[in-house]
């Protein structure tokens, strides 16, 4: 093997070897990813959820609101 193919070898391979450690970390960014939208995910659902609950208590004593104010004309005429 001459000294050209050994300095290209060893580019090569040192190719490789950055190639398969930014392919290690893509990787592992990509999973981190997939964690972190699983767990908005998850969070979303339970501030819907929270939102449905909270706009049916605002419903509610709005009817109420609208209730006693219609006793309060009734008794005020």
Do not use: G, I
């Amino acid at each position: 093997m001459t000294e050209l193919e050994r300095h290209l070898l060893n580019a090569l391979e040192q190719l490789q070897q950055d190639y398969m450690q930014r392919l290690n970390e893509w990787e592992s960014a990509f999973v981190e990813l997939q964690k972190m939208f699983s767990l908005t995910q998850r969070d979303n659902a339970m501030l819907n959820e929270r939102v449905m609950q909270l706009s049916q208590q605002v419903q509610h004593l709005s009817e109420q609101t609208e209730r006693l104010s219609q006793l309060y004309s009734e008794n005020w005429r």
